[in-house]
């Protein structure tokens, strides 16, 4: 059964930097894509950054202005969340998800898309 975990959350002074863990579990090829998406209290789910496991691809989303990257570790399963000179503004409740499979990694909106999801891990960026 594919299983996700996000981890690695927690409080941060603004123009801090937090580095967010998804490990991924159950899949039994390459064909999937892995996206981080985050929910602000009152606010709709976005995304900020997406991987495909079939070719090492990483996009980005304009949401983290420059200040998010994704990186994987294929030997550990996990696909990481890379967050730099975090705001007040990035505090969310931050979700790995997986779409599977994924001939094209779809990394916009709110991800309907995508069949897989984690529990989650709080951010709160304090100023």
């Known amino acids: 059964e594919v299983q996700l975990q996000a981890s690695g959350g927690g409080l941060v002074q603004a123009g801090g930097s937090l580095r967010l863990s998804c490990a991924v579990s159950g899949f039994t090829s390459d064909d999937y894509g892995i996206g981080w998406f985050r929910q602000a209290p009152g606010k709709e789910r976005e995304v900020v950054g997406c991987?495909?496991?079939?070719?090492?691809?990483?996009w980005r989303h304009s949401s983290g202005e420059g200040r998010f990257t994704i990186a994987s570790d294929n030997a550990k399963n996990t696909v990481y969340l890379q967050m730099n000179s975090l705001k007040p503004e990035d505090t969310a409740v931050y979700y790995c998800?997986?779409?599977?499979?994924?001939?094209?990694?779809?990394?916009?909106?709110?991800?309907?898309?995508?069949?897989?999801w984690g529990q989650g891990t709080l951010v709160t960026v304090s100023s």
């Open positions: 998800a997986a779409d599977s499979p994924a001939p094209y990694v779809y990394c916009s909106g709110y991800g309907p898309d995508y069949d897989f």
């Open positions: 991987f495909s496991r079939k070719d090492g691809t990483t």
